[in-house]
């Protein structure tokens, strides 16, 4: 089992950027893939970035490819988020996560974080 604990959200001015944190507990960090997700108001759940338990290999979501980097530092039982060029629709509560396999839906992965919200006004 593996506990997730977010960071690093907040109030931006689009156009800027946030870096998010995730820490991990536990010893097995590595046994895991990560992913981040997103939940905007009345939205559902949404894929934003994925990364592999070695971190060599990562995958992003359409809206993301460009502006975001996901990375992780396995020694630091720690996955990042890196948002440049923010814009408004990106304002959601981010969420990372972790499964033994790297997958894109939410119902896959059994372990979250408690969220953080990152806000952008235009």
């Known amino acids: 089992q593996v506990q997730l604990v977010e960071s690093g959200g907040g109030l931006v001015q689009a156009g800027g950027s946030l870096r998010l944190s995730c820490a991990a507990s536990?010893?097995?960090?590595?046994?895991?893939?990560m992913a981040w997700f997103r939940q905007a108001p009345g939205k559902e759940r949404e894929f934003v970035a994925a990364?592999?338990?070695?971190?060599?290999?990562?995958y992003y979501a359409d809206s993301a490819k460009g502006r975001f980097t996901i990375s992780r530092d396995n020694a630091k039982n720690t996955v990042y988020l890196q948002m440049n060029s923010l814009k408004a629709e990106d304002t959601a509560v981010y969420y990372c996560?972790?499964?033994?396999?790297?997958?894109?839906?939410?119902?896959?992965?059994?372990?979250w974080g408690q969220g953080t919200q990152v806000t952008v006004s235009s």
């Open positions: 996560a972790a499964d033994v396999k790297l997958g894109v839906r939410a119902i896959q992965y059994p372990y």
């Open positions: 536990g010893r097995t960090f590595s046994s895991y893939a």
């Open positions: 990364i592999t338990k070695s971190g060599g290999s990562t």
